[in-house]
C-alpha cells in the first residue's frame, strides 16, 4: 500500500521568503515522487519529479524538492517566493500495481504569497 | 497542443439525471484515468484504462460506469446523478515512457442540485 501525508493544508509566506511545503510518504516498493501544481479553475500539471536518478530534484520556477529516505520525505522548496507561486500544491507518490500505474496524491497544501 | 481535451467544462444537473463527460488525448498514452476532487481531499481515482479495451475501478467507482472508447478517447458517465457528486471531475493520460507523469484537462465543474 503507498500513502502521501501533506502537513499543512494552507501555508502563507512573505514575497521573498523561503516556500517550505512538506511531504511524507509510504511506499512498499522503490517510489517514484510528483509534485503537481494547480492554479484557480485549472488542471495539475507537473512541477518536478524523482525518478531514483538524483535525490535533489529540480522543477520548474526555481522549486526543488529532495528525496529523503530515511525520513520518508519530498518536502518541496523554492528560496524566495513570489506572487505568481500562489496555487495549491499535490504531492503524489506512484508504484507499480500488477502492470497498472497506480498513482496517490496527497490532500493538498494551498500556498499564499502575501505582498 | 491540445494534450488532454475535456468537455464539458460545466455541467448542473437535477438529481436523478444522467450525463457523459467527455475526454480525449492526443499524446498516443496508453493508459488514461478520471479523478474526482473535492476540497480538503486531494484527488481520488474513480475508473482508470491501463490500456485500450480495458477499464478498471479506481477508489470510488460506485455512481459511475466508463468506456474507452479507442486509445484517444475515455468517457466517463453518471446514469443517475446525486448531490454527492457535486465534483470537479478531472480527466488525465500517462504513458510508461514517462515514468508515470499525468497529464491533466482543465478540469469538469459539474454541480447536481
Known amino acids: 500500500a503507498q500513502s502521501v501525508t501533506q502537513l499543512g493544508s494552507h501555508v502563507s509566506v512573505s514575497e521573498g521568503a523561503l516556500v517550505l511545503l512538506r511531504c511524507n510518504y509510504s511506499?512498499?516498493?522503490?517510489?517514484?515522487l510528483f509534485w503537481y501544481v494547480q492554479y484557480p479553475n485549472q488542471g495539475l500539471q507537473l512541477l518536478l519529479k524523482y525518478t531514483s536518478a538524483a535525490t535533489l530534484v529540480k522543477g520548474i520556477n526555481d522549486f526543488e524538492a529532495e528525496f529523503k529516505k530515511s525520513e520518508t520525505s519530498f518536502h518541496l522548496t523554492k528560496p524566495s517566493a513570489h506572487m505568481s507561486d500562489a496555487a495549491e500544491y499535490f504531492c503524489a507518490v506512484r508504484a507499480n500495481s500488477g502492470g497498472y500505474q497506480k498513482v496517490t496524491f496527497g490532500t493538498g497544501t494551498k500556498l499564499q504569497v502575501i505582498p | 497542443n491540445a494534450g488532454v481535451t475535456q468537455t464539458p467544462k460545466f455541467q448542473v444537473l437535477k438529481t436523478g439525471q444522467s450525463m457523459t463527460l467527455q475526454c480525449a488525448q492526443d499524446m498516443n498514452h496508453n493508459s488514461m484515468y478520471w479523478y474526482r476532487q473535492d476540497p480538503g481531499m486531494g484527488l481520488r481515482l474513480i475508473y482508470y484504462?491501463?490500456?485500450?479495451?480495458?477499464?478498471d475501478k479506481g477508489e470510488v467507482p460506485n455512481g459511475y460506469n466508463v468506456s474507452r472508447l479507442n486509445k484517444r478517447e475515455f468517457s466517463l458517465r453518471l446514469e443517475s446523478a446525486a448531490p454527492s457528486q457535486t465534483s470537479v471531475y478531472f480527466c488525465a493520460s500517462s504513458s510508461p515512457a514517462n515514468t508515470g507523469e499525468l497529464f491533466f484537462g482543465e478540469g469538469s465543474r459539474l454541480t447536481v442540485l
Open positions: 511506499s512498499s516498493v522503490p517510489p517514484y
Open positions: 484504462s491501463a490500456s485500450e479495451g480495458t477499464t
